[in-house]
């Protein structure tokens, strides 16, 4: 395991603070890794590189020190001043690249080089947004409050934002593998490429559907759908919903649209 916490609690008050930075080498470069990062305030940038490293870097939104000064003995009117760091920790096991930080309140933002078919699975919560380019594996994407933006992504995603829009940009699609496109306060912008085959399912509660390919309706919004298993011992069930299910290109995996409060628009690449 290779762990790296780096500090950089005495820089000059008033200064700007460099970036962390630290590059991390896969255990086994002969077959794919995957990064996971999870950060609470700030926002994540992930791009695709020819690289053989994981190359981390971690800034102090704005990219200043934080000055807090406090009381520290009253009676003798002295003050401790605490000077804000990301607080930047990256650790690598069994090919897989953990990066997270501990910057007490203040928004960090993580700008990460990953080779290019490294698999990914990256979360935040406040005061930014993932984005991800040219990069080739499978992309696992939640943000809490912000948007989720992938470009010349390949390979198989599942994007979600609860207070977001969600854009995303593929130029291949895995054969055989389901993916999913959410978001309940936002728009849904996917664009696939044009000889994709998949079965849809589009949902929204507030907002109209638009696509550029030619979608073979099974369900018109409205109706019903029906499961009936009880020649299997199971239950008949009968649900009314909103949603839209069709094929593209004849069919194929499931790829499922879902907003409430949103369009979604599927778009036909070149």
């Known amino acids: ?11 000059s008050l008033g200064q700007d603070v460099p970036a962390d930075r630290v590059s991390v080498p896969f255990r086994d470069s002969s077959r794919p890794g995957m ?9 994540i940038t992930v791009k695709g590189y020819d690289g053989q490293e994981v190359v ?19 009676a ?3 003050k401790r001043i605490e000077i804000a760091t990301t607080g930047l920790t990256v650790e690598e096991e069994d ?3 953990s990066v997270s930080t501990s910057p007490r309140g203040h928004a960090v933002d993580l700008s990460l080089q990953v080779p290019a078919k490294t698999s990914l699975k990256l979360g935040c919560m406040n005061d930014g947004g993932i984005l991800v380019e040219k990069e080739g594996g499978e992309i696992e994407a939640n943000n809490l409050n912000g948007p989720v933006t992938l470009t010349n992504v390949s390979g198989v995603v599942i994007a ?22 959410s978001t309940l306060n936002g728009d849904i912008d996917v664009t696939l490429p044009p000889d994709v085959k998949a079965r849809v399912k589009l949902e929204t509660q507030n907002g ?26 199971g239950k008949y069930r ?5 949603g839209v299910k069709g094929t593209i290109n004849g069919g194929g995996p499931e790829i499922h649209f879902k907003t409430v409060n949103g369009n979604i628009h599927i778009r036909k690449g070149t």
């Open 1 to 11: 395991m290779i762990g790296c916490a780096l500090l950089l609690g005495g820089a």
């Open 35 to 43: 990064v996971k990062v999870n950060l609470m305030m700030g926002g």
């Open 56 to 74: 981390v870097e971690a800034r102090l939104r704005g990219g200043k020190s934080s000055r807090k000064e406090k009381p520290d003995n009253k």
């Open 76 to 78: 003798e009117g002295l």
């Open 95 to 97: 090919n897989v690249v």
């Open 160 to 181: 979600h934002s609860l207070n977001g829009e969600v854009h995303t940009q593929m130029d291949q699609v895995t054969p055989d593998k389901p993916m999913s496109f």
């Open 208 to 233: 109209a559907i638009y696509s550029d390919f030619e979608i073979g309706l099974e369900k018109k919004p409205g109706l019903p759908s029906v499961e009936d298993g009880r020649k299997d011992g």
């Open 238 to 242: 009968i649900v009314f919903d909103k």
